[in-house]
């Protein structure tokens, strides 16, 4: 099973940005979709950005504009680029791949 490392987290203000990467053991990095989800207090666990093999993304409407998803196959890492950060992007930020989860980095973004 493939091992997800995240991280990246962090507090920051609103306005500013983070970035936070993602590290997968194993060699089908390269051949599968890259997700990144997020989940706040009380919420259920929504998607945030997809990065296909290929390079081709997707988002969700609330991060368009801000949040810019890629992948270095031969890092075995994914990243997702937060910008113009608002304070309701505060949550726990999951990588996944495949049927395998990281356990999260918390993102606290302060008004």
């Known amino acids: 099973q493939v091992q997800l490392v995240e991280s990246g987290g962090g507090l920051v203000q609103a306005g500013g940005s983070l970035r936070l990467s993602c590290t997968a053991s194993?060699?089908?990095?390269?051949?599968?979709?890259v997700g990144w989800h997020r989940q706040a207090p009380g919420k259920q666990r929504e998607s945030v950005a997809f990065?296909?093999?290929?390079?081709?993304?997707n988002y969700a409407d609330s991060v368009k504009g801000r949040f810019t998803i890629s992948r270095d196959n031969t890092k075995n890492t994914a990243y997702l680029q937060m910008n113009s950060l608002k304070p309701e992007d505060t949550a726990v930020y999951y990588c996944?791949?495949?049927?395998?989860w990281g356990r999260g980095t918390q993102v606290t973004v302060s008004s």
């Open positions: 996944q791949l495949g049927a395998s």
């Open positions: 194993g060699s089908i990095f390269r051949f599968n979709v």
């Open positions: 990065i296909t093999s290929g390079g081709i993304t």
